[in-house]
């Protein structure tokens, strides 16, 4: 006890220490309007209430195996269709009955409206990395448009879906938190970005070859937690084995999420041991209520005891994503204080990502210096925080949230341009 009294004070003098001899100017999340606001005094509002109301079709993918077969049987049909049509869609990745050559052709008209309806259609597809990227825009039902990456790496591939299209949570250096939320998605329109990219990979899309799709990150549009049921629903359809599902690991699927409390509390309890990766971007208070509005709810220490209450529920070793803005969140001392407040809720339980921002010229929202970076770095791991920089792929096709979709809206990428 004493000891720990002992390590803790130091600890306290060291970032007190820091922190006076931090000279550097500080900015501030409310030093210029949002990114991609379209007026000087627009302000982040946190919203949860999606602008549209409109339903996608209902698909094979939002049903479980024995929702699948009572909408055959409801339409006449024998029930073992079900598991044919499931095993096309998440084995072959085919999700068009006219080449299903199992499936009687005077049937196919009437399982295609039921249960295949096309939900995601391309809008634009480009290439970067040297092709081992792949960003996909895709129109739903409605009109409204939500972004994919598949990326390719030596010992994976991964793809990072979006669960709803804009989003509520308004951080102010995102994109897609100055659009709102228009809607959720469903769990199919989730489920549809995966099944593409499953095909994509098999069929050598990706540079390298064919590959297969090992893991999927819920990073893209949208806060993933406040699609709470679909969004469970989707990882059930990734987890489960054919023909209920895709198969795929758990332990290769992150849902992100910018700090939900309850929800990342049930997701605990739901028997799935997916990672959690929570966006933190600041340690303090002080600076996340401005950078993360939802910090205004749920704050930085119960957030983290959550997360901690995560991992002891799942053994799963939770991320913390942390986008380093120069002179902004990059100091040393909020390195510092950043690994006390993990130190304190035990050790090997988390895991550092810090992840250098795309530059943006003349913009607060800049990716800080090289030697803060390594400054940063250096103190979690010398405090024992198992730390990697986190790749940005595809930064030169728009890679963060919401920006494609941003760039096509006002007219600076063509529709149907291939290549970046
Ligand atoms: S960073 Fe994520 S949670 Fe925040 S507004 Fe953008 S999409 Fe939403």
Known sequence: MKEARGAHERSATSLSDLQRRSSRREVRPTDQPPEGATHKDAKPVLSFTAKRRGKA?????????????????????PGFRADQLSRHYFTHFEADPSNMSD????????????????????????????????????????????????MRYPQRTTLCVSSQAGC????PFCATGQMGLTRNLSTAEIVDQVREAQASCRDGKLAGGSTALSNVVFMGMGEPLANYKTVVAALHRLIDPAPEGFGMSARNITVSTVGLVPAIKKLAGEGMPVTLAVSLHA????????LIPINSRWKVGELLDAARAYFLATGRRVSIEYALIKDMNDQEWRAQLLADELNKRGHGWVHVNPIPLNPTPGSIWTASTRSAQEAFVKRLRDNGIATSIRDTRGSDIDGACGQLATAVADGKRAVGEGRA
């Open 168 to 171: 509520g949570m308004a951080c």
């Open 103 to 150: 499936i009687p052709a005077g049937m196919r008209e009437a399982v295609s409206g039921a249960l295949l309806p096309k939900l995601v259609t391309k809008v634009v597809s480009l290439e970067a990395d040297g092709g081992r990227t792949i960003k996909d825009l895709w129109r739903l039902y409605d009109g409204a448009q939500v972004e994919s990456v598949l």
């Open 283 to 290: 340690p303090d208070d002080d600076l996340r209520d401005e």
């Open 57 to 77: 079709p209902s698909h094979l993918a939002d049903l479980d195996a024995a929702g699948r077969k009572q909408v055959l049987k409801d339409l006449g049909m």
